[in-house]
């Protein structure tokens, strides 16, 4: 990806929810998204930002735990900025179940340099601690 | 450029293939090989953003071409000749279009799986799996095309999602989540801006009560260019079923208004 930015190496706290374990690995900022559901495939259609945006693109790391039910289906994730506006992707959770662990890069176009706070995946909040967003 | 000769010979369809070509078709082949090997290539190297043309690079390609870019796919080979065609069926299908005239079909029913699988409504899915097959016919405007080749068999919202996909891919929505795709870059040009008439259909559809049903197939739209997805029309033929009005005498028989459209597909070879 050109132009990326990594922000954080450390990986963020657990969150287990529906059965899969969550946790943010970090935060990348590019000029242009790949975008790739996810868990990802193939795709090979990118996204691209406008002058004053860029693409926050949050790393989740996910663990498919027994009491995953198949077939549940979760909401597109949502991220929440440090004022409290929240910004949507594109990225939706197709087939979830289909792999017992996976990474996923979940692309939010936001005005360039907004700072993150938390990441919603359908009723769970995943924090992005200081240092990653 | 090193060129894998065994590759190269199997992208065209193996060397009998290659044997019924003339020269001038050959050399044809072997370029447009060498231009997606380059852009593969291209867009492998990391780090490197890649550099799209302007709407002035696009249009100074139309004189190095032999076939115009509107040209549907059937009439028009990108790789050598053109390939004899099976005939239809008496009493031709969906099922039969999708399996003599629009194979592969890979994206539209990529498409359509992904759709499926977020749980889009089943005239969603049927629009998503009708939204691009018009491209073999013609590609201006293929969503006004699309839209009136489907239309005397399909519900209402599914007309109407084919019809306005066209009009809502040039326009982000993240609510919705979909964003502006860079091969819109590479085949429009970066400097490109939508003609009066799609900035007027746009203008209405974002007050049209209406406006998700084509947004949602611009969404799955994006997510279905993936070139190692393995995908059928077997999981769509019960919304097939259900929502597609087969005629009894096949599709270009049935004096529909877009029979016609139906006969041409079938018969992209008659001379007039």
């Not at chain 1, 949050?58 to 597109?76: D, E």
């Not at chain 2, 491209?135 to 095309?145: Q, S, V």
Request: proline letters at 8%.
């Amino acid at each position: 990806m050109g132009g990326v930015s990594l922000a954080a190496q450390s990986p963020g706290k657990m969150v287990t929810y529906k059965g899969l374990e969550m946790s943010v690995a970090g935060v990348e900022r590019a000029p242009t998204a790949s975008l790739k559901d996810c868990p990802p495939g193939g795709n090979t259609v990118n996204a691209t930002s406008r002058s004053g945006e860029e693409f926050a693109v949050v790393k989740v790391n996910f663990k498919v735990l027994p009491a995953f039910q198949p077939n549940t289906m979760l909401k597109r994730p949502v991220v929440t900025d440090e004022s409290g506006k929240t910004y949507n992707t594109a990225v939706s959770f197709v087939d979830v179940g289909s792999t017992p662990e996976f990474a996923c890069a979940i692309p939010f176009r936001v005005p360039t340099g907004t700072m993150l706070k938390s990441l919603q995946i359908d009723a769970a909040t995943l924090e992005i601690p200081a240092g990653k967003h | 450029m090193e060129i894998d000769r065994r590759a190269f010979i199997a992208s065209l369809g193996g060397t009998a293939a290659v044997a019924a070509m003339d020269s001038e078709a050959k050399a044809d082949a072997l370029e447009h090989y060498m231009e997606e090997q380059l852009n593969d290539q291209v867009a492998q190297q990391g780090g490197q953003p890649e550099k799209f043309p302007t709407v002035a690079e696009i249009e100074a390609q139309i004189e190095t071409r032999n076939v115009r870019r509107g040209a549907g796919s059937l009439f028009a080979s990108g790789r050598g000749n053109v390939k004899k065609l099976q005939p239809m069926p008496k009493n031709a299908t969906l099922l039969d279009f999708f399996k003599l005239r629009f194979d592969p079909a890979n994206h539209v029913l990529q498409s359509a799986t992904r759709a499926m699988k977020t749980g889009m409504s089943e005239e969603i899915i049927l629009a998503c799996l009708c939204h691009d097959v018009v491209l073999n016919l013609i590609k201006p405007d293929h969503g006004w095309w699309g839209a009136q080749l489907f239309e005397p068999y399909v519900p209402e919202k599914t007309t109407f999602a084919i019809r306005y996909h066209q009009t809502l891919r040039f326009y982000p929505d993240p609510e919705a989540g979909y964003e502006y795709p860079d091969q819109y870059y590479r085949i429009f040009g970066t400097d490109y801006t939508p003609p009066p008439h799609i900035e007027a259909t746009y203008k209405m559809l974002k007050n049209h009560k209406w406006y998700m049903e084509p947004r949602l197939v611009t969404v799955n739209d994006l997510y279905a260019f993936d070139p190692n997805a393995k995908v059928s029309i077997e999981p769509f033929m019960d919304i097939v079923g259900r929502h597609f009005k087969q005629p009894k005498e096949g599709l270009g028989m049935d004096n529909s208004p877009s029979a016609h459209m139906w006969r041409t597909i079938a018969n992209p070879d008659s001379p007039l």
